[in-house]
């Protein structure tokens, strides 16, 4: 039995045993991590190193209902870890109460931007996270302040995890080749537990600033009502592709202060 990757679902199948080894191998696990969740396994080339391993616990969660049939046939130990289910509308507190965990795979393209929207709404268990995805959008991820690729997901990620560009992978180590080049990037949760300002607003602020990145901070951010003399300072003269995590707590403090 073979699984038949399936376009709806941006399967692009790894098909290299080493570059597999090489990802599952990039894992840390900080901070006593003894769970592992694999995103989207297909036929179990991750998976099989991960379950080698016995310094932590594998699970995976699937939304194919024919890699799931593959996975029980050929890691049947792996059974009652098989989560059939949709990884995006899943609480992992009800799957691993009270454990922290590190994340893991090759990340279907269609949907990798809003795995780690997923990852930051459960940051405060997700410890590390392993994955491979769309060179421009790993790259984007791990951008510093002041590039033309940084962005919203950039500033929301370096937040609450360290991001490190790992390894480059070139399109013919899958079935079937995407047209893109793909990379590895390695998350870890920093120590920030919580933003020195209200996070929430924080979000919508980031959001916000970026939605018209090439106009100023004071032009980009009037949607949300300040006054021209709540934005007189010279932070509001920036554009928010030149602002860091700290600038963008700096500056959620001034808009809610503003707001009264």
Not at 35 to 51: D, K, R, S
Not at 203 to 221: D, E, G, H, I, P
Request: proline share 7%; aromatic share 8%.
């Amino acid at each position: 039995m073979t699984v038949r990757p399936k376009k709806h679902l941006g399967q692009h199948f790894l098909a290299d045993p080493n570059i597999a080894r090489r990802i599952v191998e990039s894992l840390r696990l900080p901070g006593g991590v003894g769970q592992v969740l694999e995103i989207g396994p297909g036929m179990g080339v991750l998976t099989q190193y991960l379950l080698e391993n016995p310094a932590y616990q594998t699970s995976v969660v699937e939304i194919d209902t024919e890699s799931v049939a593959y996975l029980k046939e050929h890691y049947p130990t792996l059974t009652p870890r098989i989560y059939a289910t949709d990884f995006l509308r899943q609480d992992l507190s009800q799957l691993f109460p009270n454990e922290p965990l590190a994340i893991i795979g090759n990340f279907p393209y269609n949907i990798s931007t809003q795995i780690f929207f997923q990852v930051l709404a459960q940051r405060q268990q997700v410890r590390e996270v392993v994955g491979m995805l769309q060179k421009e959008v790993a790259e984007r991820l791990a951008e510093p302040p002041g590039s033309k690729t940084y962005g919203i997901l950039s500033v929301l990620l370096q937040a609450y995890y360290d991001v490190e560009f790992l390894f480059t992978v070139p399109p013919h180590v899958f079935v079937p080749p995407p047209k893109v080049e793909s990379a590895v990037v390695r998350l870890t949760r920093n120590a920030t537990e919580h933003l020195a300002c209200d996070e929430k607003l924080f979000f919508r602020v980031v959001k916000q600033a970026f939605s018209t990145r090439r106009k100023t901070l004071r032009n980009a951010l009037k949607p949300l009502g300040l006054s021209s003399e709540a934005m007189a300072g010279e932070l509001f003269d920036k554009r928010a592709e030149q602002l860091g995590v700290g600038e963008f707590v700096e500056l959620t403090n001034l808009v809610a202060s503003a707001q009264g």
